[in-house]
């Protein structure tokens, strides 16, 4: 992504505070290095700003691991951790597909439909994500 200055903008991992009270880490921001413009990935905005409102407009003090809620984060956290530096991204990528698939089959074993929605909801966002993830990393 290329910044409003003209240069290239770097693809981090961020802390984002919301109304001084929620410290949210693991965001992905643009951000340039040159005049220290930065944009949350349009990807991942509304899920943050959804987050955002579900938290209300006067939230407890709390911190959020993005990562946690957010497949795109989580992908992106696991590319930069040490631990995968030997993965390809369709490995990582697989990994957490695999993941989730068994979560999922323990989800359904046990007839809880909320965790079934929800991981079902984290497959589509890999779906979506993995698409722009080998256009990063490629």
């Not at 340039?32 to 700003?49: D, N, P």
């Not at 930069?80 to 359904?108: C, G, K, M, Y």
């Not at 809880?112 to 490629?138: F, G, M, P």
Request: charged fraction near 25%; aromatic fraction near 8%.
């Amino acid at each position: 992504m290329q910044c409003r200055c003209g240069l290239p903008m770097n693809l981090m991992l961020r802390t984002v505070l919301f109304a001084n009270k929620v410290t949210v880490h693991c965001v992905p921001v643009f951000s340039c290095q040159e005049c220290h413009y930065s944009q949350i990935h349009r990807e991942v905005k509304l899920h943050l700003s959804n987050m955002m409102k579900q938290l209300g407009a006067n939230p407890k003090k709390q911190t959020i691991y993005f990562q946690d809620v957010n497949e795109l984060a989580k992908l992106l956290f696991r590319a930069s951790d040490p631990e995968f530096d030997n993965n390809t991204v369709n490995e990582i990528i697989h990994l957490r597909i695999n993941e989730l698939q068994d979560l999922l089959l323990l989800a359904e074993s046990i007839n809880d439909e909320a965790w079934v929605d929800e991981l079902h909801d984290r497959l589509d966002q890999i779906s979506d994500y993995s698409r722009i993830l080998h256009e990063w990393y490629h």
